[in-house]
């Protein structure tokens, strides 16, 4: 691995402006390093030679002095962003030969700033997950492995691409998106930063729907500031979004201190549950500590309907992933299987049977059932009614405090398969990062440290919404406060 893989985005920046080296040797250097990492199963689809050409483009515009904010930075782009030109696929065979003639909009505006793509990343399919075993295109493996053993451990999902890529050091940082939990908490699992901003913060236009009222786009980035550099040229209004917020997008990264004078941070009782790892719960003490120490009084806060997120959300995420993809039909793109004599019906059906992996065919039972005539008021309603007692919790807890601490998920990376028979056992992972998903809140998780199989842990800030300022702050001085995550052994070269 070359020095100039495991810089951060700020450093990138000044390098290239410095001309201690160009964009084309820090895009070849993280081409080579995602050569090499071939058997960690990142890419689904590499981009790399239009990378390379990318680069000598940003050299000439940092030459010129016309270059973005993040010309030359070499980034991945999960496999749920449409990228015109660029096979997209979700990670699932009914979109095969899905070309978009199409940019999504974040995507768009990163490549606006300069930021290069090395291609899309492997994710659950139709990032319904926690492990990034749902792929049609075979699991990710986490570069990180537990101290003194060789097993191949999950990089948490569903932007388990993401978090593994940049957590060795393939890519700078990552798009993701989070729905319940699948940028915080693929970031807890590799040791780095993920921050999933306000709902509507970043325009879902050109985004592969899974739940629409949950789907928030993000980044995965070794730092809280690299975090902070991506959001800014990500986020923004967007007309053909009916949900995209028209607020100003500050400079975060000018703005981050890790300052918390001032700053009332809230533990959410409820969030101590049973099955935590041990450690997990002296680290989220310990988190407390680094926040007092960063000039935060800190609180006790109660969040009544925690225990209800979970089923919450796995009605309303379902229902709305049932919705979404009814339109895989076999008829307007990807996957079409036409079974000999058969009639539209047939197309249809066998279309999707063979398209739709396992776990997007129990979503789409369960949401359809739960959406169905007899069942819409006892579970689909009822749903819609606590989703918005656990909003009101937040906005409660909210009165009293500016944000929230809490750990990022109840354990580190577990091996993989090891959660595949039991999808409840899957689901409980996203106990902590589905609350704040339900209420649109901004929140984040950065590495604190380790559990007792030196496997990385993360604490999760949840902020007001628009104040991904306040949780960006915390997560700083977190960051400033707790062991620098180890950089992982490239064993896979
Ligand atoms: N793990 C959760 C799920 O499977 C969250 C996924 C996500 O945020 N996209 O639905």
Redesign the pocket.
Known sequence: MSDLTGMSVAAMQAGLRSGAFSAAELVGAHVAAAEAARPLNLFITETFEAAMEAARAADQALAAGTAGPLAGIPIGIKDLFATRGVRTTAASRILDGFTPTYESHVTARLQAAGAISLGKLNL?EF????SNETSAFGPVVSPIRAAGSDAALVPG???GGSSAAVAARVVAAATG???????R?PAAFCGIAGIKPTYGRCSRWGIIA??SS??QAGVLARSVTDCALLLEAMAGFDPRDSTSLDAPVPAWSAALTGDLRGRRVGIPREYRVDGMDAGLDRLWQQGAEWLRDAGAEIVEVSLPHTAQALPT??IV?PAEASSNLARYDGVRYGLRVVPDGGSLADMYEATRAAGFGP?VRR?IMIGTYVLSAGYYDAYYLKAQKVRALIARDFAEAFARCDLLLTPTAPTGAFPLGARNADPIA??L??VF??PS?LAGLPAMSVPAGTDSAGLPLGLQLIGRPLDEAGVLDAARAIEQRAPAPATPEPWWR
């Open positions: 659950d990032a319904m997950g926690s999902g569903s932007s998106t989070d729905t319940g939990g699948s940028i908490q899974f739940a949950l789907d959300y796995y995420a776990e979503r899957m689901y992972n996203d990062t589905v998903s």
